[in-house]
């Protein structure tokens, strides 16, 4: 079976209602849709992906009217954060209630909850009207989609239907933040860069994965955010990533990623540049696809220059440190 691939949302919504599994297009990435509080349709989310069950899920809203269905309490610093940046780029951490169900919070306590921004989800989540819990729609530790395509391409045969919302705007995946205790953390760089989070709530921290290999296999339970596990979003092929492409002797079989156009670079090697006017917020909307593109090239390596350590470059460069990690 390969799933259809459309723009029907009422047929989208009464197979989420019925237990199926819909990927549908949200401004970050795509997601790989269930409904939350049906555990054999979440069941199906993580068979389909290849997931481990601890590793838990984001459950998404059409509306914070919604909220108090999933959520016990409101911490202060959320609901302002909640109020600047939803419906948006941006997953947040609460108390649980019992309707949603421990597989998608792998045993958790706390669940992580986001209102997207895409037109699409947002119709879709109305019309459905359950909290949906949704993986991005790829296999466990692969290149994040973008499109409805790259859905169909890894997904296709496990998925009952793909809602087609174009080329995701954002791009990368959206940056999650716990306000449970009075230390705001952010534990996972994603679509909604740090500058903008502190000029609403001061400073945060970031919640750093271990990179003690002992430490990290202790970690890899629920705890730690496995969009934090030290190899993820990894094209197939051999991926490094250096500062600058002095750093390294490329090869006549090397493909380039890169910021934006480079000085000095060999003419004859094929490049993706994903931003010509150096905008690291259009880098963040051509990264996926351009990586996949590589990935799909008869090269024997893919070379990355990393971006700039501010706004969404910081999100960039965790994503190229994980894909290119062995
Ligand atoms: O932009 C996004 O967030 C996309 C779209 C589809 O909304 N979704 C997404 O989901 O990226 P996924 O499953 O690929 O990444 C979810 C991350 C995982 O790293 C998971 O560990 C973390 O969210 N997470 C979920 N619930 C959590 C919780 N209660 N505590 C800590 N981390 C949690
Ligand atoms: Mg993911």
């Known amino acids: 079976m390969t799933a259809s691939l459309g723009t029907d949302i009422n047929h989208a919504a009464q197979l989420l209602r019925a237990g199926s599994l819909v990927a549908f297009a949200t ?6 849709g269930a409904d939350a509080t049906n555990v054999d349709a979440v069941a199906k989310v993580f068979a389909a992906k290849g ?50 169900p421990d ?18 989800a947002l119709e879709l989540l109305k019309a459905a009207d359950v909290p949906v819990a949704a993986p991005s729609a790829n296999k466990f530790g692969s290149i994040s989609p973008t499109t409805a395509q790259h859905v169909a391409d890894q997904l296709g045969d496990e998925v009952d239907y793909i809602l087609d919302g174009g080329s ?42 271990s990179s003690d290999p002992g430490k990290q296999a202790e970690e890899s339970s629920a705890q730690l955010a496995p969009g934090m596990l030290k190899r993820h979003y990894a094209p197939n092929k051999l991926l490094v990533v250096v500062d600058s492409l002095s750093d390294i002797e490329l090869q006549p079989a090397d493909v380039l990623l890169l910021p934006w156009e480079l000085v000095n670079v060999p003419k ?10 150096q905008d690291l917020t259009e880098c963040a909307a051509h990264f996926f696809s351009a990586l996949r593109r ?33």
């Open 51 to 100: 997931r481990p069950t601890f590793d838990p899920l984001i459950v998404h809203l059409a509306g914070v009217d919604q909220l108090a269905s999933v959520v016990a309490t409101i911490p202060d610093a959320a609901q302002k954060l909640m109020d600047f940046f939803w419906p948006g780029p941006m997953t947040l951490l609460f108390p649980k209630k019992s309707l949603i």
């Open 294 to 326: 590589l990935d799909a090239s008869d090269a024997d390596r893919i070379v990355a220059v990393r971006f700039p350590e501010e706004g969404l470059g910081r999100a960039l460069n965790d994503r190229l440190e994980r894909a290119s990690a062995r």
């Open 168 to 209: 995701c705007s954002v791009g990368l995946e959206s940056t999650i933040v716990s306000c449970l205790s009075d230390n705001i953390e952010v534990l996972r760089l994603g679509g909604l860069s740090v500058e903008q989070i502190e000029a609403v709530i001061g400073p945060v921290t970031l919640k750093q994965a």
């Open 268 to 277: 004859d090697l094929h490049q993706e540049i994903l931003s010509e006017r």
């Open 27 to 32: 401004e970050t990435v795509y997601g790989l």
């Open 103 to 120: 597989l998608v919070t792998a045993g958790l306590e706390t669940v992580a909850v986001r209102i997207p921004s895409h037109p699409l």
